[in-house]
């Protein structure tokens, strides 16, 4: 038999902690209804305040459900105007096929030099096939070449829930010779949003 008991506020006995039904209860808050938590206030859920442990579900989407970072530090240079590898990678895995993958970093530094005028690209590859190219460039008129920090991001659909690996790739676009990580270490961080 159905029982409802109403009230303006409860509260548990002196020094403890109240509990709530029993383990495989189910509460529900009626369609219209809010379930609102203070300003200061904590939703604490198995003691930890980012749900480790737990199932959280019919939220709204665009959370960020994992975040992979990568970084490599040591310099490549290439003379070529074929894509070739940074050195620069992250690897994730999906836990939806409908789920996106927001990539984004910088490539520190980014040196082109010799002739005039001097310039390079960079690309965005996914499982060794470029999805963004180019996905960025430098260019300038100087015979003596030109050295700055390239920042990137994409957001990625890639109907996927296998292990994806993300690279960073450039070439020559004019000049002689092409830096990365000419001047300290490159990141790429992906950031699995759901959808």
Do not use: C
């Not at 008991?5 to 002196?14: D, E, H, R, T």
């Not at 379930?35 to 003691?47: E, F, H, K």
């Not at 790739?169 to 759901?194: C, N």
Request: hydrophobic residues 35%; aromatic residues 10%.
């Amino acid at each position: 038999m159905a029982s409802e008991v109403k009230a303006n506020k409860w509260s548990p006995g002196s020094g403890v902690a109240g509990t709530l039904g029993d383990s495989g209860d189910t509460f529900t808050a009626p369609s219209g209804a809010t379930l609102a938590v203070a300003s200061g206030a904590t939703l604490d859920i198995n003691g930890t305040a980012d749900f480790t442990g737990s199932t959280v579900t019919g939220l709204s989407a665009g959370k960020v459900l994992q975040v992979v970072q990568g970084t490599h530090a040591s310099a490549v240079s290439t003379t070529g105007t074929t894509y070739v590898t940074t050195g620069l990678s992250a690897s994730i895995t999906p836990s939806s096929t409908s789920n996106k993958v927001l990539v984004a970093g910088y490539i520190n530094t980014f040196y082109s030099y010799g002739g005039a005028p001097t310039g390079a690209y960079i690309a965005l590859y996914r499982g060794g096939s470029a999805i963004v190219a180019p996905a960025g460039w430098l260019y300038s008129a100087s015979t003596t070449g030109i050295a700055l920090s390239m920042p990137f991001h994409y957001l990625d659909s890639p109907s996927s829930t296998s292990s994806l690996t993300y690279e960073v790739y450039f070439k020559k676009h004019s000049g002689s010779t092409v830096y990365a990580q000419d001047g300290g270490s490159s990141y790429i961080t992906l950031m699995e949003i759901e959808a």
